[in-house]
């Protein structure tokens, strides 16, 4: 096997690098290091897609607008924008190199010159603060779950405040969706727990890697209210 190095750079939380690994049959997988750590490759994408496909198969009617919290390889943005009831996808993310590699084309992915996706430098904490009844649904995959996090800062995203302000983000009726890589049935407890969430889900996902299996989840909340 080898290893390509794509783009190195400082990020907002240390350093962020993106490789190619190929393997002696040829086949050729990207993968995401933050400040050292693996954070995630494209060997299997099912769950990242099943992230927008599971909260979009709850959000009835078209124009709908999408927030993804972390761009990770463009498979989460890429599926919401597959959509055709999509009409906007905007991607907040705090590593400003991730962004600017997806605007080089590095992050293959995401779809070239698709005018509905935004990517904002950002963290998904602020601009979910700034994001009262927006969205339609809001996606969120900056961690590798509530137990597991990549930064301890990102810790309040998951509390009942963070929880709050995530599903305030949401027009009435809209989908909050949220990405581990752990069963989370605490989080699902959390959400239930709000006085604007109904329709609280927690689905478990097995894929089998490396002759492994693991159990990712999506845990899903619907707010209140009919949509508009």
Sequence with gaps: MTVTE??????????????????????????????GVFAMDDVDTSTEQALATQALARC??????????????????????ADPRVAA?????????????????????LPSGDERLTLHVTDVADHLAASAG???????????????????????????????TAVAALRPGG??????????????????????VVDVEHLVLPVERDGRRYDYAIVLARRTGAPA
């Design 134 to 164: 927006r969205h339609d649904a809001v996606l969120l995959d900056v961690d590798n779950g509530p137990a597991f996090l990549v930064h301890e800062a990102n810790a309040g995203l998951y509390s009942e405040a963070g929880l709050a």
């Design 175 to 196: 989908v909050l969706a949220i990405w581990s890589s752990d069963p989370a049935p605490e989080l699902a407890d959390r959400l239930t727990g709000l006085p604007d």
């Design 60 to 81: 009835p009617g078209d124009g709908l607008r999408v927030l993804v919290g972390g761009l990770g390889l463009g498979w989460t943005a890429a599926t919401a924008l």
């Design 89 to 109: 996808v905007d991607v907040a993310e705090l590593q400003g190199p991730l962004v600017e590699w997806a605007g080089r084309g590095l992050l293959p992915a």
């Design 6 to 35: 794509l783009g190195r750079a400082d990020g907002a939380h240390g350093e962020v690098a993106l490789r190619r690994r190929t393997a002696e049959d040829g086949a050729t997988h990207l993968e995401l290091v933050v400040d």
